[in-house]
């Protein structure tokens, strides 16, 4: 059974950093996108930002230039360095990854990222 298990959220002030990870495991295929996604209660879970398997990046105009996301494909494990956070940035993080070759897709449980002004 596939579990993704999100760390690593908080509350920091303005300004500040943190680091999530999310560890896949029961993985019995290939993994090939791994991503990072948020919800403020009342709205859509929007996209923060993904990798593929062979590094290529996307992330929102919201984050750029803030936020770096990683991956280390043989512990299955994405991480998002989130520096230079808003207020605007508090939200639940929800990990993903979508499977190869099926585009099966799996969510973790959200971590809270609470930052304050």
């Known amino acids: 059974q596939v579990q993704l298990v999100e760390s690593g959220g908080g509350l920091v002030q303005a300004g500040g950093s943190l680091r999530l990870s999310c560890a896949a495991s029961?993985?019995?295929?290939?993994?090939?996108?791994m991503g990072w996604y948020r919800q403020v209660p009342g709205k859509q879970r929007e996209l923060v930002a993904i990798i593929t398997g062979g590094g290529s990046t996307n992330l929102a105009d919201s984050v750029k230039g803030r936020f770096t996301i990683s991956r280390d494909s043989a512990k299955n494990t994405v991480y998002l360095q989130m520096r230079s956070l808003k207020p605007e940035d508090t939200a639940v993080y929800y990990c993903?990854?979508?499977?190869?070759?099926?585009?099966?897709?799996?969510w973790g449980v959200g971590t809270l990222v609470t930052v304050s002004s």
């Open positions: 993903r990854v979508i499977m190869r070759p099926n585009g099966m897709d799996y």
């Open positions: 029961g993985i019995s295929a290939s993994i090939n996108v």
